[in-house]
């Protein structure tokens, strides 16, 4: 099976800007999690998705959103990019089961100058 | 306290073990998770261990857990160059996120 993958790899934005995310999940997993890795704060919750719709949501402003498709592929957008959103984006792919094994992606690298 | 602890930096020598310390924070957490993270890549999943299991063993690796003192350990034996890498200890507590530490970072001597 493929692993979890995530475009694009690197992104330089500007503050201001937003900026999207993919994130196309292991096949046959309908859970996407994402998560945003930081020197600071480690790695941090953003949200998950199953089946379309947000299950459980970390601590982040309303300017970080995110979406499910019917295929369990999953985007995640930041508006009105700040400095401080610059990190490691990842995302995790699992079955949805409660506790099941979370599978990352190689992550997507974002700098906001 | 509220979040996985692990200490931040760990040097060991090239065929030596390697004992990578956490204390988590939930004693209902039901699965409790190592990632290995290598620079420029995302978190590779190495092992997990049951809250009900004290012990679990996979090749070079060997999970102890301490369900009492909420303490969680990872030993790598015969430590390798390749094992270089960042460590993550990961607790999935009742509301279902999963809650990582901040990283042991494993630096191999030769």
């Known amino acids: 099976k493929a692993g979890v993958t995530q475009t694009p790899r690197y992104l330089i934005k500007t503050r201001g800007q937003q900026v999207t995310l993919s994130c196309s999940p292991i096949?046959?997993?309908?859970?996407v999690s994402w998560y945003q890795q930081t020197p600071g704060q480690g790695l941090q919750f953003l949200f998950e998705?199953?089946?379309?719709?947000?299950?459980n949501k970390g601590n982040f402003p309303g300017r970080f959103s995110g979406r499910q498709f019917s295929n369990s592929r999953s985007e995640m957008n930041v508006s009105t990019l700040e400095l401080g959103d610059s990190a490691l984006y990842l995302c995790?792919?699992?079955?949805?089961?409660?506790?099941?094994?979370?599978?990352f992606g190689p992550g997507t690298r974002l700098l906001v100058l | 306290g509220e979040d996985v602890e692990q200490s931040l930096f760990l040097s060991v020598r090239e065929g030596d073990s390697s004992v990578i310390n956490c204390t988590y924070t939930d004693s209902s957490s039901t699965y409790l998770y190592w990632y290995k993270q290598e620079p420029g890549a995302g978190l590779q999943l190495l092992t997990y261990i049951f809250s009900n299991m004290d012990m679990k063993q996979d090749q070079r690796l060997t999970v102890l857990l301490n369900k009492k003192d909420k303490h969680l350990s990872l030993r790598i034996a015969d430590t390798q160059t390749g094992d270089s890498a960042i460590y993550f200890c990961?607790?999935?507590?009742?509301?279902?996120?999963?809650?990582f530490g901040k990283g042991t970072r494993l630096h191999i001597l030769p």
């Open positions: 998705y199953f089946s379309e719709t947000q299950r």
């Open positions: 995790a792919s699992s079955g949805g089961d409660r506790g099941e094994t979370q599978y």
């Open positions: 096949s046959g997993h309908r859970s």
């Open positions: 990961a607790e999935t507590p009742r509301d279902d996120k999963i809650i």
